[in-house]
């Protein structure tokens, strides 16, 4: 028999109280027992009791067994004339589900034995102890029939019956009593008109049952195990039966104490019960199951066809009950093999189905198994949908044959788009039994062409409206994008995707579109470009082209980009100097400052950012300066097109910086550019330059020398001077000028002029001559020669040739440098003689008229101190007085000396007198003098008032009478103040105010003529 092996082993025990504990056996393959299969079945296995666990190993290729238990029926007792039946095992059958291969575990309920306190192997219940030396032990309950699958777990039971109580014939009463124990799934049972509350209960599906209740009570099933019976009371009295084996077992019967009414018709003297039976089941893996209870000898389903007498069925009295019994059923199943094979018909060569191209398909179908098979074709359930049928038609197979199948499928695009063209057949075919046999699925995968592919290209215009070929703020830019599908699948959700535009919150139109192969759209969007994008750089913004594919996963085109040239970034720059003269002193000195500004223009068309001054500082003459220029304000700035801004910074001069490029023409070079970013990218301005010249330094040590070749010269001839200008300093001394001033009467020759040796042409004015922009460099000296002619114009004597030295703004910068040279005298020419006459002047006119003497002995003095004395006729003579002015003449003092005068004579002309003297020539100078009128008035203290200046009253009127007297001639009034005592002081004081006095008092009369009025003071002597 397939798969059925045997080994015996039993390990039993004995509990108190008469039970039986089967301990665990190691399960053994069981024996192979012949039986013949039922309708529909090609295999049968009958299992029988060996006391121990077996084991079925399912045959390879089955997945349904077929199963039939019955359980062991429980063993019979003698009961004193009494029956004591045991009960029949129970019957459980169905379909059983299996793997192949799969190892069950086979449990075959042992028979219940007659007068046996051993429990049975299947779970049956040990019968009672009468505890004599007699044989009314209780008979032991069947054990259960069982298949569990390998993990332990019971799938199906068929219950086993309960054992028959024992009496002894002098319990048995006059009456004749029927004891019969719970068939497989019933209760224990008594006879007519005995109290049922004795009674032993079966087991259920999810308990065991309880044990009959009594003296000697019975012992409660448990799963798997039936309950012993109670033990007799008192010796040789009878004891009860064990309850059946059962997914939960039977309770075991009780044993009674006497006398014991069974009922008023009949008295008993006591009364043991039997055991139930326990419980079938059947696991949710069981299909289409049957459980039959058994009856009292008979087991269920006794009329099965696989059913042999004696199985299952109870214990007659002193016998044993039958044991149990497994009938494992299958069907050898019939077998086929599917080989399915696609060919494409690969028209553009890509080895992928496109739209169009079909698919040859080939079912290679084999008979694998022992039987023949009928109705043999394929069922493929793409061809099944699409209506396509296979050719040929159904076919039968013996084992071993075969046969092939064809058809032709077209995918449809949606087929495509799902990505896979595949599909599953199996091949089918009908068994002898009417069962259809299949074979394991195969499936063939033409891969579709279903490679997602995008071509965008993007394009732009531009909407130039100033016409520079370049993008500018509120210009607009129009987008155009061509999205084709030119993969092989449909697209949904297809759109644009530009950052760019999205960023700036422009629409793309129309909105996400879908796609079949080789379909194409076009999107518009319209941009008004921004400063801000503009100043980013170039206006290139790139897109491509998203989807989904039917997958849901997203397709994405190659990049396109479309450039729209922004403005191309320019920065200008001027830079313009200005010297400050810090501390106004009018000339360069250290501590003034360059003042440098810069104004940076935005020409371009973009903003830009960080715009800043590079400057490295002024180079002076060409060396760098000693100092820094400072920060530029402001540091940095931003400027958007067409905007300007102006930077500026200061350099403080140093000495050296004076030193070096001071006084040189355009020495002072600084040259700077700015520097911004726009979009990423730096601008830089061109260099702007400028230039600028700073004033010589006024230097302390500037000298200034002259000296004259000759001494002396006469007119026509030349003198020859030489001037030498020293710079002491160690600076740079510019922008000098030397002007050499000409003394009157001379004039400059014409070439003459050198400077170190070399011909040099200065500006002549007139009487000066201008040596111009004279640069002297530290401790340098520049000697200059020049000539000038003496012109008959010029004078006799000394002449002063005067130079000097100034800076560009005119200030002195060393004192005049002087060189005398002088022209010898010619007397007929330039001396002016003075003749002239002291007379008498008898009339007082101030001329001399005919007639009018001449005054000898008189001294007259010159300013030089000359004293010339008259004749005896009053003349005198002055030889080359002096030498005038050449062109115009000059004035000659003479002055008489009135203390030579005669006695009495007094001056009547000019003293002194001034004549003007004219060269070459000889002038008269005269002086008159006359013996003149004198009134003298002589005065004392006591004239005036005391203390005071005022005349006594007195005297005052006499002030009128002097004015008479001279007012009659003209006079020289001589107040003489004549008072040794006197206070000097107050004489002096007193003689003024009466001067005063006479004064008003001639004005008043008319002063006829000028009054002289002499004052003297004669006090203290």
Not at 780 to 801: C, D, I, Y
Request: net charge negative; charged share 15%.
């Amino acid at each position: 028999m397939v798969g059925l092996r045997a080994v015996r082993r039993i390990a039993r025990g004995a509990l108190a109280w008469g039970v039986a504990v089967l301990v665990a056996p190691t399960p053994t393959p069981a024996a192979e027992l012949a039986c013949t299969p039922g309708p529909g079945f090609s295999h049968c296995v009958r299992i029988t009791a060996e006391a121990a666990d077996q084991t079925f190993a399912v045959p390879s290729g089955v997945s349904v067994l077929h199963v039939r238990l019955w359980g062991a029926g429980g063993g019979g007792a003698f009961s004193g004339g009494r029956t004591g039946l045991g009960g029949g095992g129970a019957f459980a059958g169905g379909t059983l589900p299996v793997a192949a291969g799969e190892t069950l575990t086979v449990i075959v309920g042992e028979a219940g034995k007659t007068h046996s306190t051993v429990p049975t192997y299947g779970g049956g219940g040990a019968g009672g102890d009468d505890t004599s030396a007699g044989n009314h032990d209780g008979a032991s309950g069947g054990g259960r029939s069982a298949i569990r699958d390998s993990g332990g777990v019971e799938l199906i039971t068929a219950a086993g019956g309960g054992g028959s109580a024992a009496a002894t014939a002098s319990n048995s009463g006059t009456a004749f009593v029927r004891s019969m124990a719970g068939a497989g799934g019933q209760d224990a049972a008594f006879s007519s008109g005995c109290s049922a509350g004795v009674a032993a209960f079966s087991g259920t599906d999810t308990g065991g049952g309880a044990g009959g209740a009594g003296a000697r009570p019975g012992v409660d099933g448990s799963q798997f195990q039936g309950g012993a019976g109670g033990s007799a009371f008192i010796n040789n009295t009878g004891s009860g039966g064990g309850g059946g084996g059962g997914f939960y077992g039977g309770g075991g019967g009780a044993a009674q104490y006497r006398p014991v009414t069974c009922s008023s018709a009949h008295p008993l003297n006591g009364q043991e019960g039997s055991g139930a039976g326990g419980s079938s089941h059947l696991s949710s893996r069981v299909t289409g199951g049957v459980i039959v209870n058994g009856d009292w000898e008979a087991a269920g389903n006794a009329s099965d066809a696989h059913y042999l007498a004696g199985i299952g069925a109870g214990g007659r009295p002193y016998g044993h009950g039958g044991s149990g019994q497994v009938i494992i059923q299958w069907r050898e199943p019939g077998s086929l093999a599917l080989d399915k094979i696609a060919t494409l018909n690969d028209s553009d060569g890509d080895a992928q189905i496109d739209t169009g191209e079909t698919v040859s398909y080939r079912f290679l179908v084999t008979n694998t198994g022992p039987v023949v098979l009928s109705d043999v074709t394929v069922v493929d359930d793409l061809l099944a949908s699409a209506n396509i049928t296979l050719s040929p038609a159904p076919q039968t197979l013996a084992p071993g044959a075969s046969a092939a199948f064809t058809a032709v499928y077209q995918p449809s695009q949606s087929e495509i788009d799902r990505g896979v063209v595949t599909n599953v057949a199996t091949a089918t075919g009908i068994d002898p039994f009417g069962e259809e046999v299949e074979s394991a699925a195969d499936s063939e995968t033409v891969p579709p062409d279903q490679t997602p592919e995008l071509v965008f290209e993007k394009t732009a215009s531009l909407d130039d409206v100033n016409g520079n070929g370049a993008v500018d703020a509120g210009e607009t830019i129009r987008y155009h994008f061509l999205v084709v599908n030119t993969g092989g699948v449909t697209l949904s959700d297809v759109a644009v995707d530009d950052p760019m535009l999205a960023g700036q919150g422009v629409a793309i139109a129309p909105g996400p579109q879908i796609l079949v192969p080789g379909q194409s759209v076009s999107f518009t969007a319209s941009f008004a470009a921004t400063q801000t994008v503009i100043d980013n750089g170039v206006v290139e913004n790139t897109a491509l082209a998203t989807a989904l594919n039917p997958g849901g996963q997203p397709v994405r085109s190659d990049s396109d980009s479309a450039r729209v040239p922004s403005p191309v970034p320019r920065l200008s720059l001027s830079k313009a100097g200005e010297y400050v003269d810090a501390d106004g002193d009018g000339a360069t000195s250290a501590g003034d400052q360059l003042v440098y500004r810069l104004t940076a223009i935005n020409n371009g068309g973009r903003t830009i950012t960080g715009v800043r001054p590079e400057d490295p500082g002024p180079l002076f003459n060409g060396h760098a300066a000693e100092g820094a220029l400072s920060a530029f304000q402001p540091t940095s700035t931003r400027l958007t097109p067409g905007a300007s801004a102006e930077f500026s910074a200061v350099y403080t001069l140093t000495q050296r910086d004076i030193d070096n490029g001071a006084g040189i023409p355009g020495a002072v070079i600084n040259e700077a550019r700015v520097r911004g970013a726009t979009g990423g990218m730096g601008v830089s301005s061109p260099l702007a330059r400028s230039v600028m010249s700073l004033a010589a330094a006024r230097a302390s040590g500037i000298q200034l020398y002259k000296s004259a070749q000759q001494a002396r010269i006469r007119r026509g001839e030349q003198a020859h001077f030489v001037i030498r200008l020293v710079n002491g300093a160690g600076s740079v001394a510019a922008g000098l000028t030397v002007l050499d001033t000409l003394p009157s009467g001379f004039r400059y020759v014409a070439g003459s002029a050198s400077m170190d040796g070399v011909s040099v042409t200065p500006q002549v004015s007139g009487r000066t001559v201008r040596f111009e922009n004279i640069s002297l460099a530290g401790h340098q000296t520049v000697e200059f020669r020049l000539s000038m002619l003496a012109l008959s114009s010029a004078g006799p004597g000394k002449h002063t040739n005067t130079a000097s030295v100034t800076d560009a703004g005119g200030t002195p910068l060393a004192p005049n440098a002087k060189a005398v040279v002088e022209i010898l005298v010619e007397p007929v020419f330039d001396c002016g003689d003075v003749i002239g006459k002291v007379f008498d002047d008898v009339n007082r006119n101030g001329y001399q008229d005919e007639g009018e003497p001449g005054l000898p002995g008189v001294r007259i003095a010159t300013v030089k101190g000359w004293l010339v004395t008259t004749d005896r006729h009053g003349r005198f003579h002055v030889a080359c007085a002096m030498l005038p002015d050449q062109r115009i003449g000059s004035n000659f003092i003479m002055k008489l000396d009135i203390r030579t005068l005669p006695t009495g004579y007094r001056v009547t002309t000019e003293n002194p007198r001034v004549v003007r003297l004219t060269a070459g020539k000889m002038t008269k100078l005269n002086f008159g003098a006359s013996i003149g009128r004198v009134v003298r008035l002589d005065l004392r203290d006591e004239a005036f008032e005391p203390g005071g200046t005022d005349l006594v009253r007195q005297w005052e009127q006499g002030v009128d009478q002097l004015i008479g007297v001279l007012r009659k001639e003209e006079s020289v009034l001589r107040l003489s103040y004549v008072d040794a005592s006197a206070d000097a002081d107050l004489a002096g004081a007193r003689l003024k105010a009466l001067k005063a006095l006479i004064g008003k008092r001639w004005r008043e009369e008319g002063a006829r003529y000028a009054l002289e009025i002499e004052t003297r003071v004669e006090v203290g002597q």
